[in-house]
C-alpha cells in the first residue's frame, strides 16, 4: 500500500525553493505553490526523497523549512476544499 503525504516547505531562498519545488515535482503534484501531494511506494522511497531534499539544504545559511504530514486512507477521505468538496479521488478498480 503508498503512502500519502502533503509537503510543506517555507524558504527565503528563490534558487533553492525552485530547486525544492521541482524535486517534489516528481514525487506529486502542486496543490500551493509550495504545498505538494505525493505518493510514495513505501518507507525507502520516503527516505529516498528526503535525502534528495536535505542534498539541496546542505550549505543553505537561510530558512529552510520543510515538514511532511502522513495522510491515512480515514484522513484522506473526509479531506475537502472549502466547498465541502472532497479532495481523495480514489479508483474502484486499478487496470494495469
Given at each position: 500500500m503508498s503512502l500519502i503525504y502533503v509537503v510543506t516547505f517555507d524558504i527565503e531562498n528563490d534558487k533553492?525553493?525552485?530547486k525544492v519545488g521541482n524535486t517534489?515535482?516528481?514525487?506529486?503534484?502542486?496543490?500551493?505553490y509550495s504545498v505538494f501531494e505525493i505518493k510514495l511506494a513505501n518507507e525507502t522511497a520516503l527516505v529516498k526523497l528526503?535525502?534528495?531534499?536535505?542534498?539541496?539544504?546542505d550549505g543553505y545559511?537561510?530558512?529552510a523549512n520543510i515538514?511532511?504530514?502522513y495522510?491515512?486512507?480515514?484522513t484522506r477521505t473526509k479531506s475537502?476544499?472549502?466547498e465541502g468538496k472532497a479532495v481523495a479521488c480514489f479508483p474502484s478498480a486499478q487496470i494495469f
Open positions: 533553492l525553493r525552485r517534489l515535482l516528481e514525487f506529486g503534484d502542486r496543490v500551493q528526503k535525502q534528495e531534499l536535505q542534498s539541496l539544504v545559511d537561510g530558512t515538514r511532511f504530514y495522510l491515512n486512507h480515514t475537502m476544499d472549502f
